[in-house]
């Protein structure tokens, strides 16, 4: 025997058919992805944010010691030279008087700003030794939204007076 089923007109199979399609048109997860695009998409913009501007930030913060340590060189080497004739053994003193003065025009020979320029200076000087900081100011390629602005950074160095 055979179970036959009952025939349905396609007239009374319309509303499944319906009912179906509504359901999928609601449970449709096409767009669904975009949001979380959008989240990796700025997350990822952000990190790479604080990493060039992290970056630089050390950059800058090299480049202000190695100015400092050659602004305190070029500080160094003016050398007293009447006090040096008179005491050939005793070692060639440090013009410290003239230290701010050196570091200012050795700041503007490396194209630093006015500003920055200003700002670097002997910290100490004598005859035997002089300390200088130098200041560099940059701006944040991204973060300068949270920073509110320019970023300074700092450099210090120190030259001895070393005969021999």
């Keep these: ?20 399609e509504r359901r999928s048109a609601r449970l449709d997860d096409r767009g669904s ?5 959008i989240i990796f998409a700025l997350l ?9 501007d992290g970056g630089m930030s050390i950059s800058k913060r090299e480049r202000a010691a190695d100015i400092a340590e050659q602004a305190a060189r070029y500080a160094a080497q003016d050398i007293d030279l009447d006090a040096l ?19 200012k025009a050795f700041a503007q020979e490396m194209g630093m700003s006015a500003a920055d320029t200003g700002a670097s200076h002997c910290v100490t000087a ?21 920073y509110g602005g320019d970023v300074t950074v700092r450099g210090e160095a120190v030259a001895e007076n070393e005969v021999g």
Excluded: H, K
């Design 44 to 52: 990822f913009l952000s990190l790479s944010a604080f990493v060039i």
């Design 85 to 103: 004739y008179r005491n050939a053994a005793g070692g060639a003193p440090i013009n410290f008087q003239n230290c701010d003065a050196r570091v």
């Design 126 to 146: 004598d005859a035997n030794e002089v300390r200088v900081e130098v200041r560099l100011t940059y701006s944040p390629v991204f973060t300068g939204l949270f």
């Design 33 to 37: 992805g975009a949001g979380a695009v």
């Design 1 to 20: 025997m055979t179970l036959l089923r009952p025939r349905v007109p396609y007239a009374e199979r319309l509303p499944v058919r319906d009912w179906c």
